[in-house]
Structures are given as C-alpha cells and as structure tokens.
Nanobody, 121 residues
Framework: QIQLVESGGGLVQPGGSLRLSCAAS????????HGWVRQAPGKDREWVAG????????SYADSVKGRFTISRDNAKNTMYLQMNSLNPEDTAVYYC??????????????WGRGTQVTVSS
C-alpha cells in the first residue's frame, strides 16, 4: 500500500521556523521525485518545492525561494521541508506528493493527508 504521511506542522510566530517531514512507504521511494504543495483557506493549491529522486536537483516557488529548503533521505524513505522566516501568508495545509518520474515534473500521483501550518502572533 503506497502511503505518504506528513508531520511537523503546528503554530509558529512570524519569523519562526518549522521542519516538515514526509514518511513514505509501499513503494521504491528513491526512484521518484517528490514535492510539497500547500493550500491556504479559500485558495487553490500552490506548488511549493520539488526534489528529484537522487536529491541533487531542487526547485522552488518564487514565494518561498531563499526561505524554504527541500531535502530527502532515501535511506530513511523520508522527505523534508525546512521553513524559515515564516510569515502569515505561509499559513496553509502542506501536502507531500509523489511525482510519477525520477525528474521533477509536478505530475503527482500520490498525496499525503497534509499537515497544518499556522503562522500567527
């Protein structure tokens, strides 16, 4: 059974940091690119970041570039999103997603259930 499980969300003050994790199971994690996508209340889903299967190539939305870092540990079947300098506009449910290729294509075929990130004072 293919499964992605996010964790690490929570409430943080503006300027703070959080680290999200995505634990994968049921498939060969290291064969596929993955990404993070977020959805704020009342808004469409927004792609945040992607990473290729080997972890050497990453890509970011302009809105998070320089603040967020995506990474993965294929030995642990886990992907991460380090989020720094958070602001209220980053408040959203963050989803982990599996790409259908080793390269970053944003053609996601499997999604986690999401983890809530709230940035507020």
């Amino acid at each position: 059974q293919i499964q992605l499980v996010e964790s690490g969300g929570g409430l943080v003050q503006p300027g703070g940091s959080l680290r999200l994790s995505c634990a994968a199971s049921g498939f060969w994690f290291s064969n596929y690119a993955h990404g993070w996508v977020r959805q704020a209340p009342g808004k469409d889903r927004e792609w945040v970041a992607g990473i290729n299967s080997g972890g050497g190539i990453t890509s970011y939305a302009d809105s998070v570039k320089g603040r967020f870092t995506i990474s993965r540990d294929n030995a642990k079947n886990t992907m991460y999103l380090q989020m720094n300098s958070l602001n209220p506009e980053d408040t959203a449910v963050y989803y982990c997603a599996k790409d259908n290729s080793p390269m970053i294509r944003r053609e996601y075929d499997t999604w986690g259930r999401g983890t809530q990130v709230t940035v507020s004072s």
